[in-house]
């Protein structure tokens, strides 16, 4: 339990600007928008900006009950047959060296009309795939439910890029949710055992230099 206490003590010590070893800043969207996180595009790519997407509602992402999740309404600008567009989101973290869990809930639902797309989602470390879901096809009123995770092994020390990416080979529609919605919630990074106990003793040494 002290390990924890003490890793614990760095994430607040770590400040605001980047999320530390523990943890990803704003990864349930409990500050209700996307602080922390950068959106970005796709060649030909749409997160749903006519409509005012990407944001922050309440949706049951994981199955286990509604929280605040952020929603998107990806595709093409233009369409081009086969090609996937989209976008995402990321943000920098700054870890220490050693092994690491990463995971994200995801969904997709479309209320008002079938479509034959609800999404590819793909968790992106420093810019590389490292999991990735397809949804495909659904029925009005379908929402699929998923998880993104990646035991990352071996990270070295520094600045590391997270990142969510979501495209669909098909343009965004013509108004606000008559193509699928994406979800993304509870992205969590957090070490494996083995490199919490290092970051433990880590910060108890620096504590002893302190007195």
Same mark, same amino acid.
Request: charged share 15%; glycine share 14%; net charge negative.
């Given at each position: 339990?002290?390990?924890?206490?003490?890793?614990? !003590?760095?994430?607040?010590? $770590?400040?605001?600007?980047?999320?530390?070893?523990?943890?990803?800043?704003?990864? %349930?969207?409990?500050?209700?928008?996307?602080?922390?996180?950068?959106?970005?595009?796709? #060649?030909?790519?749409?997160?749903?900006?006519?409509?005012?997407?990407?944001?922050?509602?309440?949706? &049951?992402?994981? %199955?286990?009950?509604?929280?605040?999740? #952020?929603? @998107?309404?990806?595709?093409?600008?233009?369409?081009?047959?086969?090609?996937?567009?989209?976008?995402?989101?990321?943000?920098?973290?700054?870890?220490?060296?050693?092994?690491?869990?990463?995971?994200?809930?995801?969904?997709?639902? $479309?209320?008002?009309?079938?479509?034959?797309? @609800? +999404?590819?989602?793909?968790?992106?470390?420093?810019?590389?795939?490292?999991?990735?879901?397809?949804?495909? !096809?659904?029925?009005?009123?379908?929402?699929?439910?998923?998880?993104?995770? !990646? &035991?990352?092994? +071996?990270?070295?020390? +520094?600045?590391?890029?997270?990142?969510?990416?979501?495209?669909?080979?098909?343009?965004?529609?013509?108004?606000?949710?008559?193509?699928?919605?994406?979800?993304?919630?509870?992205?969590?990074?957090?070490?494996?055992?083995?490199?919490?106990?290092?970051?433990?003793?880590?910060?108890? #040494?620096?504590?002893?230099?302190?007195?």
């Amino acid at each position: 339990m002290r390990a924890w206490i003490i890793v614990t !003590a760095a994430v607040v010590l $770590c400040g605001s600007g980047t999320a530390s070893a523990m943890g990803i800043v704003n990864g %349930g969207f409990e500050t209700g928008d996307l602080s922390g996180w950068t959106t970005f595009l796709t #060649a030909n790519g749409d997160l749903g900006g006519d409509w005012g997407l990407p944001d922050v509602v309440l949706f &049951d992402t994981s %199955g286990l009950g509604e929280s605040n999740a #952020a929603r @998107f309404q990806v595709g093409q600008v233009t369409y081009q047959s086969y090609v996937f567009a989209g976008g995402g989101i990321y943000q920098n973290v700054v870890l220490e060296a050693g092994d690491y869990q990463l995971s994200a809930s995801i969904a997709s639902s $479309c209320l008002m009309q079938a479509n034959d797309e @609800f +999404g590819w989602f793909q968790l992106l470390v420093d810019g590389k795939v490292v999991d990735s879901v397809v949804f495909g !096809a659904g029925e009005a009123g379908t929402v699929f439910r998923d998880k993104l995770e !990646a &035991d990352l092994v +071996g990270l070295a020390a +520094g600045s590391h890029e997270i990142g969510i990416r979501m495209t669909r080979d098909w343009r965004t529609g013509s108004f606000l949710g008559d193509t699928p919605f994406q979800y993304v919630d509870n992205v969590r990074l957090v070490p494996e055992p083995a490199t919490m106990g290092l970051l433990g003793l880590g910060l108890v #040494a620096l504590m002893r230099k302190r007195k």
